[in-house]
């Protein structure tokens, strides 16, 4: 009876097995790494260990071969297997499945392993490939792997997506005089006649999109800092920048990593700490564990460098940093929670800034940093939401942009506020504890930070997180005699449907002699402020005085006689920006109107980085907003007014910033003869220091501007000694020819991939080639220009196609070119639709000037 029974039992589970597996629904094969391909391999796929072997040439021209070895444990086997693999099929040479040699079937990109070469349990798959070059980013003496979003399958064999951690056993050999950066800790290196072989411990657990190494000729520094031993690789060759740069950079990570550690209450999650300065990187950085990849010249800043810059370069490698805990400890499940990675990097870097440079700064740089790139985009008809759809990982790239790292911020500074800083830190903390090493969703961070907080925070991640746009605010304020009887506040979508942005912010009623600061608590589509009644009239009122809100802000008029008085910088700045918006909305201000009105702040405005928002709204709406004609009668006066504000201002920074503004907008043979004499003797303005980049770019400004001179850029060549400084000048020297048909060769080179390989190059061309001054040669690319957009995402690293088409559209104003953008989007009305947006994003300007001029 009880043999009987146990006979039953086994049956009836056998069954259960058969019929589970027979009732998964086969997953389709299709390129990219599709949402259901990723949910089957998560469920049956474990214990990932990669064994990676790269045997990398001297000569870039030639293939890397490569070994690999991938043990994973896999609970069940109902149908084939699909690894990753974004190459041709001939750059598979052998194909192992637990210890057997199969045949090679290779569909849409993947490596296909039939079930019958399959078993429950442990597994073992190993191949013989030629690396893709795609994410290698192979240069002359020097390549570095950037694998993110999906690239890592472009380069070998993998499960590219991020809920699936696994870790990296990697052997590099590299031409003799190579160094190597990787994830893991470097266990030896052995040199033999003609490579340098290098091993590394195993990495920690992570994603492949973290997975990194690089090599090449690099010089070498090491530190100790707090018992931790610290690793930094670079190429730069200015004794003055390593001088004044190096220690700075140590000195950042250290400060980054003990405030997140005490924040957190977790100590540095990973094996080592690491970091490499690369040439025009694509990004300002990645966030490789033990091997992070920086912009080089984000790092290494020259004798002129200004404020911002140095708070830039603390903040960017505070945002890296903190991504060691938020990212790569804690991972997103899937890409379309990308942002939550993006915005604790960004929200964290900013409390290490608040700390290290006090409260006042932290307010003003947030507010500067974050709200105009979200308003350039939230503004737009192409507005994105922070958390967007994604149901294949080959289009996760087009998820980035400047709402998840700007807006995003902004969105969490509120909920911080809504919920209170200890309880939003200790539901962070415990976030992270819970998660730690492995994946989440934002829906899991919601559940948890809903416990330390009375309100909905379902209802308002609602309109915050899940949806585009941004309120816009409007006023209606009573008197009675001389006071305030009444003052009500609404707001209402920008564009869409009905919906509140629950937030606070601030109001200030500015007096002749003082001012009286009133918080709103902006809870519902109308309120009145009753804090305000019976207060005497105010000569004006400012919204959004400290910078905390977030919308169209109602722009007072009145204010103009007395905006640079503002004692505050954050209310200035507040002003500038919304000042700004009100314009692009045709609210308040008209171009010319407040071009003047910004230029007679210029001599006044002593904050740097105010003086910074402020000029880069003047050359944008002389560039972007005022008609040709018009700009040459206001050019002698804006150059006068620029030069003359330079001589008056004291600060060195700020004298450079003013005659940056000079060299951006100047026209008049005066001035074109005076830049030239600065460039040509290296004699920089009383008070300026300028370094070889400032005379490169003057360089790039006099061959942009002059119909004669010629040989500027070649003279700028012969000064510089950096050889990656050179490539790059020489790469962009056709975009700069005083002849129309190399222009034209240039541009129309960019249609082949490899020309395309710096895209930061790129991008720096293609913002000359399209300069104003150019476009009546150049809007006839603005057709191949839209056409390319979509090669460019598949091919491109996750940022080219904004940067791509900001470089191109940004300064246009013309019926012409608005014309191309129309009928572009009307013969392609299935266009992808996330494209489609950043076209919208990027051609914003030129659609509004269509109403403005």
């Known amino acids: 009876m009880k043999l009987s029974l146990k006979i039953i039992l086994l049956l009836l589970c056998l069954s259960t097995v058969v019929y589970a597996q027979r009732s998964i629904k086969p997953v389709t094969i299709e390129p990219g790494v599709s949402l259901q ?13 990669y064994t990676l072997d790269f045997n990398i040439p001297a000569d870039k021209s030639q293939p890397i071969n490569a070994n690999e070895i ?85 380069v070998f064999p993998c499960f590219d997506q991020p809920d699936l951690k696994s870790r990296f056993l990697l052997t590099l050999s590299v031409p003799i005089g190579w160094k190597a950066l990787a994830n893991g800790i470097k266990k030896d290196s052995i040199v033999n006649s003609i490579q340098t072989v290098y091993h590394f411990a195993n990495s920690d657990k992570l994603p492949t999109y973290l997975f990194s190494f690089t090599a090449g000729k690099y010089t070498d520094l090491k530190r100790q800092i707090d018992n931790r031993d610290i690793e930094f690789l670079h190429r730069e060759t200015d004794p003055v920048k390593i001088k004044l740069s190096v220690d700075s950079v140590f000195k950042a990570h250290q400060d980054a990593i003990s405030f997140l550690e005490n924040w957190t209450g977790i100590p540095f999650p990973f094996q080592k700490v690491g970091f490499v300065g690369i040439p025009d990187f694509q990004f300002g950085g990645m966030e490789h564990p033990g091997e992070v990849q920086y912009k080089s010249s984000a790092l290494f800043l020259d004798e002129g460098a200004t ?58 740089k947030f507010l500067q940093d974050h709200y105009p790139a979200a308003y350039g985009v939230d ?106 009887s009444n003052l009500t506040i609404t707001q209402h979508p920008e564009v869409g449907a009905p919906r509140v942005w629950p937030q606070a912010f601030s109001i200030t009623l500015v007096y002749p002699d003082h001012s009286k600061t009133i918080p709103v608590n902006m809870n519902a589509r109308q309120i009145v402020l009753k804090a305000v009644t019976r207060l005497v009239k105010p000569s004006f009122i400012l919204f959004n005085a400290d910078g905390m809100g977030y919308g169209l802000f109602p722009a007072d008029k009145a204010m103009t006689g007395s905006l640079f008085n503002l004692e505050s910088p954050l209310q200035r700045a507040s002003a500038y920006i919304n000042g700004y918006e009100n314009m692009l909305a045709g609210r308040a201000f008209k171009p010319a109107e407040l071009l003047k009105l910004y230029l007679k702040g210029i001599s006044i405005e002593q904050n740097e980085m105010n003086l910074r928002l402020l000029t880069g709204y003047i050359t944008n709406i002389y560039w972007s907003f005022i008609l040709p004609a018009d700009r040459l009668v206001l050019s002698s006066e804006l150059e006068h007014t620029l030069w003359a504000a330079m001589e008056q201002q004291t600060a060195t920074n700020n004298k450079k910033i003013l005659f940056g503004a000079y060299q951006s907008v100047y026209l008049s043979a005066d001035a074109k003869s005076r830049i030239y004499q600065i460039w040509q003797s290296q004699k920089a303005p009383e008070g300026i220091k300028l370094a070889e980049d400032d005379y490169t770019s003057l360089a790039l400004t006099i061959a942009l501007k002059s119909d004669t001179v010629t040989s500027v850029l070649k003279q700028q060549m012969d000064r510089i000694t950096n050889a990656d400084r050179k490539a790059r000048l020489t790469f962009m020297m056709p975009a700069l020819s005083l002849n129309v048909q190399d222009r034209d060769n240039f541009f129309n080179s960019l249609a082949n991939r490899k020309n395309r390989q710096k895209e930061a190059w790129v991008t720096a061309a293609l913002a000359y080639l399209n300069h104003p001054l150019r476009q009546s040669t150049s809007v006839k690319y603005l057709p191949k220009s839209l056409e390319l957009v979509e090669e460019i995402q598949r091919t491109g690293d996750v940022f080219f196609p904004q940067s791509w088409l900001a470089a191109i559209f940004s300064s246009y104003q013309t019926k012409d070119a608005y014309r191309v953008v129309s009928d572009f989007l009307k013969r392609h009305p299935h266009y992808n639709p996330k494209l489609k947006d950043k076209i919208l994003q990027a051609t914003d300007n030129l659609y509004r000037a269509q109403k403005m001029l």
Do not use: C
């Open 379 to 484: 503004r737009t008809m192409g507005a994105n939401p922070i958390r967007q759809q994604l149901d294949n990982l080959q289009d996760a790239g087009s998820l980035y942009g400047n709402i998840i790292y700007h807006k995003a911020p902004i969105m969490m500074r509120q909920l911080e506020k809504l919920m209170g800083k200890d309880n939003f830190q200790k539901g962070i903390r415990e976030y992270l504890k819970k998660y730690a090493y492995g994946n989440a969703t934002w829906n899991d961070l919601i559940a948890i930070l809903s416990k330390y907080s009375s309100t909905n925070l379902y209802t308002w991640n609602k309109v915050w997180v899940n949806q585009p746009g941004r309120p816009v605010f409007d006023y209606h304020i009573n008197y009675t005699g001389n006071k305030i």
């Open 307 to 364: 404020k911002d810059q140095f708070i830039a370069r603390s903040n960017l490698i505070s945002h890296e940093t903190a991504h060691m805990w938020f990212g790569d400890m804690v991972t997103m499940e899937w890409f379309n929670d990308v942002w939550m990675k993006e915005v604790f990097a960004n929200f964290m870097a900013d409390k290490v800034t608040e700390k290290l440079m006090g409260t006042e700064t932290f307010n003003l």
């Open 37 to 49: 391909l990723a949910t089957y391999r998560h469920s049956a796929i474990s214990n990932i260990q």
């Open 70 to 154: 991938i043990d994973f444990s896999l609970s069940t086997t109902p149908q084939p297997l699909q690894i990753d693999f974004k190459q041709n099929a001939d750059h598979i040479k052998e194909v192992k499945a637990n210890g057997k040699i199969i045949p090679v079937e290779f569909k849409a990109e993947h490596i296909i392993i039939a079930q019958q070469y399959l078993h429950s349990g442990l597994n073992k798959i190993s191949v013989e490939f030629i690396a893709g070059n795609e994410s290698l980013n192979r240069n002359a003496d020097y390549l570095y792997a950037l694998f993110v979003p999906d690239r890592a399958r472009t």
